[in-house]
């Protein structure tokens, strides 16, 4: 198997020993070189062509944002942001600029606390072969304005009256959904959930972001929220999602994850536990993301009657999640991110399909 070679970029010394050190406890991980700042960072990228970097977002003489600029538009590279989670707003506009991925530091003081990425790290690495930087690229072009206009009369042609519609999504998801959020300057009369593989700290400031972006109202699901139409209610990050029936209302669950889920938030808690309630009027949404998450959750959405459309792998940044959906042989249609919007649209009985 091809080595994955390793430029680290982080100002802190002590951080790119540690970062270096579990990096090549990993079989097949080689760090072939480390630089101070992100001009520095460019000229070892040019001179040793990695298949990977890790970036840390503040540094001087250039930060981590204008290297991802430059790097993007001259030798795209598979990039990851190493950043604590008071830079929470920072890495969502580094995946923006095409950073494929993002690791929370556990504190921003030199301290061992730091050797608890190492899984993380070791987890995101071994996905940069299945990465494809075209589809990197392209999302990290300017998010389109909102597009789609709701007819006042539905249109009466979708497969199934729907009330709720149930995203799930992992490596390249936050561009996606981002895309997908925008393209609504008015809600649909339905409900939203999320789970978007995620660590703490993160999804509060991620739900703000989506809520500045579209006609939904976007929040972080807490205990007892309500899914009503109009209402996106997003997994907080390091946690489960479920909901339950109570007093003639479907309401949110925040749960510690189960050991039998490896990905959190998961996909497959959240699906399963909306199948139970929403049965028919659910449809089930898997997009890019490493792992099989979703998989077991399409199943059991499906037993319910449920309707299932996953990503395809023409704009999928990692095509992992899509595929073990779509391999369940249980997936109604599967359609490329720029495509999602009107299938979803389509689905919920407002507009005619196209293509």
């Known amino acids: 198997m091809k080595r994955i070679r390793v430029v680290v970029v982080d100002d802190s010394a002590y951080n790119r020993r ?3 050190k579990m990096l090549e406890e990993l079989p097949g991980v080689q760090v072939v070189g480390y630089a101070t700042n992100g001009e520095e960072g460019i000229r070892r990228v040019i001179d040793l062509t990695p298949d990977l970097v890790t970036l840390d977002l503040e540094m001087p003489r250039m930060d981590g944002f204008t290297m991802l600029r430059i790097l993007m538009a001259s030798t795209p590279v598979p990039t990851i942001v190493i950043s604590s989670t008071s830079g929470d707003e920072k890495v969502f506009k580094a995946l923006e600029l095409g950073a494929v991925d993002f690791i929370a530091k556990p504190t921003t003081v030199i301290s061992d606390e730091l050797l608890k990425i190492q899984k993380d790290l070791h987890e995101k690495v071994q996905g940069v072969f299945k990465l494809n930087m075209a589809r990197v690229q392209r999302r990290s072009e300017p998010v389109p304005q909102a597009v789609v206009e709701i007819p006042a009369t539905p249109a009466a042609v979708s497969p199934a009256s729907l ?3 149930a995203i799930g999504s992992s490596t390249g998801g936050p561009p996606a959904l981002q895309r997908i959020f925008s393209a609504f ?3 649909l009369p339905v409900a939203i959930a999320i789970a978007q593989h995620m660590p703490p700290g993160f999804t509060t400031t991620f739900a703000e972001r989506l809520n500045r972006l579209t006609g939904f109202e976007v929040r ?3 205990d007892g929220d ?8 997003l997994a907080p990050g390091g946690k489960n999602l479920i909901f339950v029936e109570s007093g003639g209302k479907v309401v949110a669950q925040v749960i510690e994850p189960d050991a039998k889920y490896r990905y959190v938030p998961s996909v497959d808690a959240m699906f399963a536990s909306l199948a139970e309630i929403y049965r028919k009027r659910m449809l089930a949404v898997v997009l890019t993301g490493m792992g099989n998450d979703g998989a077991q959750g399409v199943r059991q959405a499906k037993r319910y009657g449920a309707q299932v459309i996953a990503e395809s792998e023409e704009t999928a940044v990692v095509y992992g999640m899509p595929r073990e959906a779509v391999a369940t042989g249980l997936v109604d249609r599967v359609v490329p991110i720029d495509a999602m919007v009107r299938e979803i649209v389509y689905r919920c009985g407002l507009m005619p399909r196209f293509g």
């Open 226 to 233: 309500e899914l009503i139409p109009g209402r996106a209610l």
């Open 163 to 165: 009330d709720l519609v």
């Open 18 to 20: 540690a970062i270096t």
């Open 185 to 187: 300057a008015e809600p």
């Open 220 to 222: 972080e699901a807490k």
